[in-house]
């Protein structure tokens, strides 16, 4: 395994400077090349600025404290680097800024729960979680992210601020300005009912804003062939190579059962032969983790 590359220091912001002459004191982590900036919540003039060594310049009691602070801050920082990768083998900036500011902040902010979430489970695609469901995590926070923006001209909220008014406003938001399918809201809402949940484990809210919400579910029409439909499929003659697989591949998921991304992950080792001559598909369906067992049917093979 490749070493991390791991980085902090501190930095002031001069093109934040304030009326008063002073700059903000920014803190940067670098891992493995990303970076990330926070906010110290500490400002100096910037004569006083020690860039080289990344302190303030000076023995006055005001500096000394700003010294102290940027100190404690700097062993936070790397003593929770440490932390992550001894306990989980791996961080990345974004992530450790989250912990960080959820050690600074223990009643919770939503987005930064969200980038905590994402981030954990980042290491975990294509093992445990899957491609598309990535996906739909980093696509529903973008969403509510741009609710927050658009209808409440804010970047984060606390979990503590977040009640059915709330879903409600996000639910007509996505309907009525971003004009979304019912099928895509009900991917915001769960991924907002994960973050609710993880509050909840946290302590950050007690009482749950989904009880009263009734979300509105998409009407699903399950669709199937008839046999002639089905007969059509097997005789219709093809010669296209690569639809010709397709077919091949469509009529191996209906004749077994198995979902796309089931019969993507089929391999050798999931065909079981028995003695008379039988075949026999043994896998764990992805969206459930329930072994599914299927007779091979000659058409299918």
Not at 73 to 96: C, D, M, N, R
Not at 116 to 142: D, H, M, W
Request: net charge positive.
């Amino acid at each position: 395994m490749a070493r991390s590359t791991f980085k902090t220091l501190f930095y002031i912001n001069r093109s934040k400077q304030k009326k008063n002459g002073k700059c903000p004191i920014m803190g940067r982590i670098t891992i493995d090349g990303q970076q990330v900036q926070y906010s110290l919540g500490l400002d100096i003039n910037p004569s006083n600025w020690d860039a080289k060594h990344g302190r303030c310049k000076g023995n006055t009691d005001d500096i000394r404290e700003i010294n102290r602070l940027l100190a404690e801050k700097e062993k936070q920082v790397q003593t929770k680097y440490q932390e992550w990768i001894w306990q989980k083998g791996y961080v990345s900036a974004e992530l450790l800024k989250s912990l960080l500011t959820e050690d600074s902040n223990r009643n919770g902010i939503l987005i930064e729960e969200a980038n905590l979430f994402i981030e954990e489970k980042r290491p975990c695609v294509g093992l445990t979680v899957a491609k598309s469901t990535f996906a739909n995590y980093i696509y529903a926070k973008q969403l509510i992210e741009a609710y927050l923006k658009d209808r409440l001209d804010i970047t984060d909220i606390r979990y503590s601020q977040l009640d059915y008014g709330f879903i409600e406003g996000l639910d007509f938001y996505l309907k009525s300005q971003r004009k979304l399918s019912l099928a895509t809201i009900q991917i915001v809402i769960i991924f907002l009912r994960k973050l609710i949940g993880i509050g909840q484990q946290k302590k950050y809210i007690r009482i749950d804003p989904f009880v009263e919400y009734k979300a509105e579910l998409p009407q699903r029409t399950r669709r199937y062939l008839t046999t002639e439909e089905l007969q059509r499929v097997l005789q219709t003659p093809i010669i296209d190579k690569q639809f010709e697989r397709a077919r091949q591949l469509f009529l191996f998921c209906a004749f077994t059962g198995l979902a796309r991304v089931d019969m993507q992950r089929l391999t050798p080792k999931h065909i079981h032969r028995y003695e008379d001559g039988t075949l026999e598909i043994r896998i764990k369906r992805q969206k459930t983790d329930v072994e599914a067992i299927i007779p091979l049917l000659p058409i299918a093979r």
